[in-house]
């Protein structure tokens, strides 16, 4: 069974990755792994032990707590069904995060001012 940990951490791990357009291959070969074994850590199938984690989180350029950033705050948002709680987990939404950045910073911010609108209309 997995630990709610693991799975925070993994998230973690797939979420930098992803948003630094960074395969599992390629982390794996970074890290000296296979990319099966990333899988793993993403799903939170395998626990990171705190050397590979290091090895990690060089390879992101993060720290290592950048894995443990929001395990709090999700906890307490499971019970709060309006906001999925793996927000960030998910690719469709690192997809349109990735490409609202990619906007010109004027236009992006019409943009986010026209969806603030929307969500108070809502």
Known sequence: ???PVDVHVGKRVRHRRWLIGMTQQQLAEQVGIKFQQIQKYETGANRVS???L???A???DVPVSFFFE???EEAKAAGDKSIPTDLMGDKEALDLVRSYYA???NQRRRLFELARVL???A
């Open 1 to 3: 069974m997995t630990h």
């Open 50 to 52: 705190a050397s590979r």
């Open 54 to 56: 290091w090895d990690i």
């Open 58 to 60: 060089d390879a992101l």
């Open 70 to 72: 929001g395990l709090e």
């Open 103 to 105: 906007i010109p910073e």
């Open 119 to 121: 969500s108070d209309v």
